[in-house]
């Protein structure tokens, strides 16, 4: 029985070995020269101004709700023509938020609040 296993296993290394020797591919060298590019003038002078820079935001960050909320206020005030003061903006949003966490709270414990069945 023991020397059925060693066979088997020798048998295994031995064709782990011929597959990894059977290895087809190659390597070639490329010798060809490259062109270093070379620019003649000071590309920091020449693209310099607020159009290239990258690194301030313009505006102010806003999410999908007050994308929303600014949508339906620009509509009051076209359709309508109600013209809502900033400050009342500012509260309406709040309030929005207040009852958007009370319903996510609600939710909450109505779902864990469940008794097993």
Do not use: H
């Not at 490259?34 to 301030?56: C, H, M, P, R």
């Not at 929303?68 to 206020?73: E, N, S, V």
Request: glycine share 6%; charged share 20%; aromatic share 12%.
């Amino acid at each position: 029985m023991i020397k059925a296993i060693l066979i088997g296993l020798g048998l295994c290394l031995c064709s782990l070995n011929v597959m990894a020797q059977s290895d087809s591919l190659s390597v070639s060298i490329d010798s060809s020269t490259i062109k270093v590019k070379q620019f003649n003038e000071l590309l920091s002078e020449k693209y310099n101004g607020n159009a290239f820079d990258y690194n301030t935001l313009e505006g102010e960050r806003q999410n999908i709700l007050e994308r929303i909320l600014k949508w339906f206020y620009d509509f009051l005030k076209e359709a309508f023509g109600i013209e809502l003061n900033p400050n009342t903006i500012l509260y309406l949003s709040r309030i929005i938020y207040f009852l958007l966490i009370l319903t996510a709270l609600y939710l909450v414990i109505k779902l864990l609040g469940k008794p097993q069945a």
